[in-house]
């Protein structure tokens, strides 16, 4: 669906790319990907302020990763609907009642998946507060 999370971005700190905004919003900051896109090789991306989109080839970026958002959590982008609500539960049930500490869970997760190169949730399921 149009405006969807398919992923995360770290453009490279003296990243060249296309956008109507000015690219040092981009670079060096993890971004919302609308698009990842293997066949031209380039991200489509949204600022960490939501005030801009940027457009990046893959070779100007650091790092990436694919997901996709449900529910305000991150989950495997290869889960359907349905599969992806189900995980979200499994979620908030290992959790229970640390809610309150769950975007800032998220903001690790996204670090994590950026460092390691892929989704990993692993701090989902290990963080303990």
Do not use: W
């Not at 956008?19 to 380039?42: M, Q, T, V, W, Y």
């Not at 940027?54 to 989950?75: H, N, P």
């Amino acid at each position: 669906m149009l405006g969807d999370i398919v992923g995360y971005v770290l453009p490279k700190k003296d990243a060249t790319g296309q956008s109507p905004i000015d690219l040092s919003k981009f670079r060096g900051i993890p971004c919302r990907a609308f698009e990842i896109n293997h066949a031209s090789k380039s991200v489509l991306v949204i600022d960490p302020d939501g005030a801009g989109l940027g457009m990046f080839d893959f070779d100007q970026v650091e790092r990436m990763f694919e997901c996709k958002s449900c529910s305000g959590l991150l989950v495997p982008k290869c889960l359907d609907e349905m599969s992806a609500l189900m995980y979200v539960g499994r979620v908030f049930a290992h959790k229970q009642n640390q809610t309150r500490d769950m975007e800032f869970i998220r903001k690790m997760v996204i670090v994590h998946s950026l460092a390691k190169g892929e989704f990993c949730d692993t701090l989902y399921f290990n963080f303990s507060s």
